[in-house]
């Protein structure tokens, strides 16, 4: 069986390039102002793949995500599979929040998309978090954009 990975770009490939550009673009123009500004965008060269993390809920109307805050993210990606994003966030080096949800329209669980910045093991303070764009494989997982955020007390 061929590995059409290594295959050259083809007129085909270069439309998805154009597209997933064009997609990029309007997904930057669509972010809440500021979240550029604060590091809320992530890419993972040569994927075709974006992932912004925005606020859900921000209950001191800072524009930052603070501790009870929650997240969801934008996504774009010209995967053909479906896409997930994992969130996991420490404490200290601890881990205190790791959730997973689909990005893709079918998703069974829309309400899994937001993440409450908080947990059992998350009981208050600041934590450093890092939202994964993945898809699953036989083999584990392909990573397709990373982001990472502080999380404020």
Do not use: E
Request: include cysteine.
């Amino acid at each position: 069986m061929r590995d059409h990975r290594l295959a050259p770009a083809s007129r085909r490939g270069r439309a998805q390039n154009l597209l997933v550009a064009g997609v990029s673009a309007a997904l930057l123009l669509a972010l809440p102002a500021g979240v550029l500004a604060k590091g809320g965008i992530g890419t993972t060269s040569g994927s075709g793949s974006t992932v912004a993390m925005v606020l859900a809920s921000d209950a001191d109307a800072n524009g930052l995500p603070n501790w009870d805050d929650s997240v969801t993210y934008k996504v774009a990606t010209t995967a053909t599979t479906q896409p997930y994003v994992s969130t996991q966030c420490t404490q200290n080096g601890q881990l205190v929040l790791s959730t997973s949800a689909g990005f893709y329209p079918s998703y069974a669980w829309p309400s899994a998309q937001t993440v409450p910045l908080s947990s059992m093991a998350w009981a208050g303070g600041a934590a450093d978090c890092t939202a994964k764009l993945y898809y699953p494989t036989r083999r584990g997982t392909t990573t397709l954009a990373t982001i990472t955020f502080h999380v404020g007390a």
